[in-house]
Structures are given as structure tokens and as C-alpha cells.
């Protein structure tokens, strides 16, 4: 594709309900980024996944939030039971290669996620 | 563990040079980048440097990188009102992808 989407683009939930938000990374990009951005707390990572290894999951604020990526293609975030600190930009990103190079992560929209 | 720190606003007039400072903890720094996120936007890089680098030029922008202070600035020279967005630093740890990115400053270019 032209460049990663995600969706939906905007989320309003309940308190306590589960989402899911998807994103569809550039067309051959090997490396899947997810990252949450809250107001005027940047950045925060959560989740990468490179190829066939194993993700490192060590950014998942907690055991709620889950992520997968089937078919080394598109990724699903998941989080449980939302609680209203959980509102934020959810942001994806993707990489073509592996640790070489400047390796330049492109950045989807974002999905804003509230929750109520 | 890492932190990329930045100031949140800057302020400046166009046709003035605009200068965004970002300080990181990481020694093991490979690269370290700077993104622009435009109201309604998803984060486009806009320049990188190599962690053996002390300087780079691109056009209106300029990288320069301390590595013995852990610190990043970037220079946009003759600031335009298209230039108004938030700016990330991030830096990338050592043998891996993963980035750390800072807290991002708002420039507003003022007329």
C-alpha cells in the first residue's frame, strides 16, 4: 500500500469493554511497531515485532493489552477490560529492514481511543 | 533504563531560526532522529544522524549532536508558518529498533 492505515481512526468505548484496533503496515515491511501517545506524555513504546521472532513486548503497560500480527502482515492491538487511563493515541509504525541502516519507521495516522 | 527529554513549547517569528534541544541518557545511541507530527498527523521523520557524527546539514535544517552531553538539537533555519507542528527527538538503542522518543516540542511560528 501507499503507506501504513490504521483503523478505525477514532474509538469511543465503555469502561471495562474490549477493543481492538488495527493496523496494516507498508506492503514488504518486515518490522511492526506500536506506540501510544497520551497528552504531553510523548511517545511510548509498547510492542515490536520483526519478521518471525519472537515480539518484544516489554512496552505493554500491562497484561490487558495484547498484540499480534498474523501472516507477517497486519497487527491487532487488543486491550481488556479498558480503563479510562487507557485514552490516548494508539500509533503504528513500520521498518523495511532489520538492524541495519537508519532503518526509518513510518508512522500510520493513529487510532484515538476514548475511553468513557 | 532510557529518557529523552525536551522542552514542550518554543515560540519563535517567521524568518527566524528556530532551535529544538533534546537531551538522552543512552550511551549506546546508534542513530538518533527527528520527527514532525502536523495537527491531524501521523509522525514523519525528518532527519537522522549517526551516532559518529557530530553535525548535519539538510537544506533549511541542522543536526548537531554532543555525545559526550547526551545532546541533540535541531536548527530550522528562516522558520515558515508551515514549519508550526511538534517536533520529536528519538534515539535508537544500541544492536536493536526500538526507539525512544521524547516528550516532543510545539513550535509556533508566529507571523
Known amino acids: 500500500g501507499a503507506g501504513v492505515s490504521q483503523s478505525p481512526s477514532n474509538k469511543v468505548t465503555e469502561k471495562g469493554k474490549d477493543v481492538e484496533l488495527r493496523c496494516d503496515p507498508i506492503?514488504?515491511?518486515?518490522?511492526l511497531y506500536w506506540y501510544r501517545q497520551s497528552l504531553g506524555q510523548g511517545l511510548e513504546f509498547l510492542i515490536y515485532?520483526?519478521?518471525?521472532?519472537?515480539?518484544?513486548k516489554s512496552g505493554l503497560p500491562s497484561d490487558r493489552f495484547s498484540a499480534e500480527r498474523t501472516g507477517g502482515s497486519v497487527s491487532t492491538l487488543t486491550i481488556q477490560r479498558t480503563q479510562q487511563e487507557d485514552s490516548a493515541v494508539y500509533l503504528c509504525?513500520?521498518?523495511?529492514?532489520?538492524?541495519?541502516?537508519?532503518?526509518?519507521?513510518?508512522f500510520g495516522p493513529g487510532t484515538r481511543l476514548t475511553v468513557l | 533504563g532510557e529518557d529523552v527529554e525536551q522542552s514542550l513549547f518554543l515560540s519563535v517569528r517567521e524568518g527566524d531560526s528556530s532551535v529544538i534541544n533534546c537531551t538522552y541518557t543512552?550511551?549506546?545511541?546508534?542513530?538518533l532522529y527527528w520527527y514532525k507530527q502536523e495537527p491531524g498527523a501521523g509522525l514523519q521523520l525528518l532527519t537522522y544522524?549517526?551516532?559518529?557524527?557530530d553535525m548535519k546539514q539538510d537544506q533549511r535544517l541542522t543536526v548537531l549532536l554532543n555525545k559526550k552531553d547526551k545532546h541533540l538539537s535541531l536548527r530550522i533555519a528562516d522558520t515558515q508558518t508551515g514549519d508550526s507542528a511538534i517536533y520529536f527527538c528519538?534515539?535508537?538503542?544500541?544492536?536493536?529498533?526500538?526507539?525512544?522518543f521524547g516528550t516532543g516540542t510545539q513550535l509556533k511560528v508566529e507571523l
Open positions: 509504525a513500520s521498518s523495511s529492514t532489520g538492524t541495519g541502516g537508519y532503518n526509518e519507521q513510518f
Open positions: 506492503s514488504g515491511h518486515t518490522a
Open positions: 515485532f520483526q519478521g518471525n521472532s519472537a515480539p518484544d
Open positions: 543512552d550511551s549506546s545511541s546508534t542513530y
Open positions: 544522524i549517526f551516532s559518529n557524527m
Open positions: 528519538a534515539e535508537r538503542e544500541g544492536g536493536g529498533n526500538k526507539l525512544t
